[in-house]
Nanobody, 114 residues
């Protein structure tokens, strides 16, 4: 079982920055990748960014050039630096950890508003 502790969400003005973090604990599962999904009002989730065990990163088109996902090579804590935020980035962000199965965090709210 893997538990994910998320932090870093909140309210920010347009153009501002936020840094999300996701710390995995209780691991007895291999690690393949981790990252974030965002949930839209209708309930659908879409990937925002992910990073694999070998450090390969993938971003949704909406975040390319603005978001940076990282993970210390000897740790399983992920970070998502979000820059130049817009109202369209608002939503609940869920951290995931993909191992023998996919584990999910409880979500953190990101609100971009003036």
């Amino acid at each position: 079982q893997v538990e994910l502790a998320e932090s870093g969400g909140g309210l920010v003005q347009p153009g501002g920055t936020l840094r999300l973090s996701c710390a995995a604990s209780g691991r007895n599962s291999p690690f393949y990748s981790m990252g974030w999904y965002r949930q839209f009002p209708g309930g659908q989730r879409a990937m925002v960014a992910k990073i694999t065990a070998d450090g390969t990163t993938t971003y949704a088109d909406s975040g390319k050039g603005r978001f940076i996902i990282s993970r210390p090579p000897t740790d399983v804590t992920g970070y998502l630096q979000m820059n130049a935020l817009t109202a369209e980035d608002s939503g609940v962000y869920y951290c995931f950890y993909k191992g023998s199965q996919t584990f999910w965090g409880r979500g953190t709210q990101v609100t971009v508003s003036s």
